[in-house]
């Protein structure tokens, strides 16, 4: 009893950490998306509202003038631009903050994994199941793009018991076709007269031994056909 609550509980405690990280991930693309959108929506704004550049052949009619207009252009420019840098920033940000949820994400289900398969928490053992259940998934089809973007430990665990189900399959396979393919049987002959009546007294003496002995020795001496 107390291990099966044991397994409820961190099973409870697995699902629970799952919603929380799915959650998390879901709160971060919402914020992230409203603050690279507001930082857009203020650029937007702002290059609408940006002066003309000067033309240059103002610097030689009116350098003051284009000195001016030129100095407010720039500054625009430089309003915008540090928008931008806040909006790639943002990003940046959410993006490590992803990577961080990725992260955390991978490593529950990785203990997951070890606890089903304890081969896995080994370099050796963890490559073999890997391959066997990439190869059984490229197998049915999928890509290894696809394979890049599955993290449940319970779908590596069905491609890899799928390998083993497809491995006895193919045996199961070569094993009636070598059996269709194999000549008829000859019956063996016996031999007659003397010789025969000869073999089945020994034949008898030697089912008498074994019967007292048991022995693994007496009974090969035994002629069952």
């Given at each position: 009893m107390s291990e099966l609550k044991l397994g409820y509980m961190r099973e409870r405690d697995y699902r629970y950490k799952t919603q929380e990280t799915a959650n998390r991930g879901r709160t971060l693309d919402a914020m992230t998306t409203r603050v690279t959108n507001t930082v857009k929506g203020i650029a937007s704004y702002l290059a609408e509202r940006l002066p003309t550049e000067p033309p240059r052949q103002l610097a030689y009619q009116n350098p003051a003038e284009y000195t001016r207009q030129k100095a407010m252009y720039d500054d625009g420019l430089a309003n915008i631009s540090q928008i931008i840098e806040l909006a790639n920033d943002s990003t940046a940000v959410a993006g490590e903050l992803a990577s961080s949820v990725t992260e955390e994400t991978l490593q529950s289900e990785s203990e997951r994994l070890a606890q089903v398969f304890p081969q896995t928490t080994k370099d050796e053992g963890r490559k073999a199941f890997f391959d066997q259940a990439f190869s059984a998934a490229r197998e049915l089809g999928f890509s290894d793009q696809e394979l890049k973007t599955v993290t449940?430990?319970?779908?590596?665990?069905?491609?890899?018991?799928?390998?083993?189900?497809?491995?006895?399959?193919?045996?199961?396979?070569?094993?009636?076709?070598?059996?269709?393919?194999?000549?008829?049987?000859?019956?063996?002959?016996?031999?007659?007269?003397?010789?025969?009546?000869?073999?089945?007294?020994?034949?008898?003496?030697?089912?008498?031994?074994l019967s007292k002995s048991g022995s693994i020795k007496d009974a090969l001496l035994v002629d069952f056909d």
């Open positions: 449940d430990h319970r779908l590596f665990g069905l491609a890899y018991y799928a390998r083993i189900g497809m491995q006895a399959e193919q045996a199961k396979g070569k094993a009636l076709t070598k059996v269709n393919n194999a000549p008829p049987a000859t019956p063996k002959a016996r031999p007659s007269g003397g010789a025969s009546q000869q073999q089945v007294r020994k034949n008898k003496e030697a089912m008498q031994r």
